[in-house]
């Protein structure tokens, strides 16, 4: 599953890129590892006030839920969810419905075993401008925001960097905001839009192992690491 993104993009390069401000501009930090079992925010752009930037929770919790965050997640992690997860779960399936959103990120990790070894993967856009995940995201009884990422089937080039999972997050193309966003769209065009996820553009190769350890970040992690046991890809 995925516990950690990565956002290292200058506020005012986010705001450029989507042509959307922040709410709450002072409040964003760039990580360059977001571990979301800490409990973090991340940038969002919400189907109901999709001309500004908001910040959420990372896991999204039941509209209503008044217990704490991390009692949650240790019975019911929602730092990710999958396409099939939302048909059994009434409350998941109610934030689909009317409560898509967008996370902004940099980059996610893949993870590779090969002869006994885990190797992590840094997946990225060769230009290094920030993207978008599909998610959804719900209110907390005293006014924040709380989401998730919604997960797929790994396809495409992402499926040669990881053995471990068959799933990925699934990438939104900046022309494909006000779909995803609008409560009008229908869910065959919602299911279009995710099934179709893009890759021209992307790259993908090795880190450092210290990605594996939560307390270590910084600045050079996400540079490319070269294993002897992996040899570059084409």
């Known amino acids: 599953m995925y516990y950690k993104l990565s956002n290292t993009a200058k506020r005012t390069d986010i705001e450029d890129t989507f042509e959307i401000p922040f709410k709450y501009p002072d409040l964003y930090v760039p990580e360059v590892v977001i571990f979301g079992l800490n409990e973090v925010t991340i940038p969002i752009i919400t189907s109901e006030n999709n001309t500004q930037i908001s910040l959420a929770i990372w896991g999204m919790l039941p509209s209503g839920y008044k217990g704490d965050w991390a009692a ?13 997860s939302l048909e059994h779960n009434a409350w998941q399936m109610e934030a689909f419905k009317g409560r898509r959103c967008l996370v902004i990120v940099n980059g996610f990790f893949t993870s590779l075993l090969k002869n006994g070894e885990v190797y992590p993967h840094y997946v990225s856009f060769a230009s290094k401008k920030p993207f978008l995940l599909a998610g959804l995201y719900n209110h907390t009884e005293d006014g924040f925001l709380s989401c998730s990422i919604l997960l797929g ?13 068959d799933l990925m997050p699934k990438i939104i193309d900046k022309s494909k905001m006000s779909s995803w966003l609008s409560t009008d769209t229908d869910q065959l065009e919602l299911k279009h839009i995710l099934k179709n996820t893009i890759y021209t553009g992307l790259e993908v190769h090795p880190i450092a192992k210290e990605l594996f350890n939560q307390d270590i970040s910084y600045d050079s992690m996400l540079a490319p690491f070269r294993y002897k046991q992996i040899p570059p890809r084409e």
């Not at 089937?153 to 999972?165: D, E, F, P, T, V």
Request: no cysteine; net charge positive; aromatic share 8%.
């Open 72 to 84: 949650f997640q240790s019975v019911a992690n929602t730092l990710n969810l999958t396409e099939n």
């Open 153 to 165: 089937k790994a396809s495409g080039m992402i499926s040669r960097y990881q053995n471990l999972s």
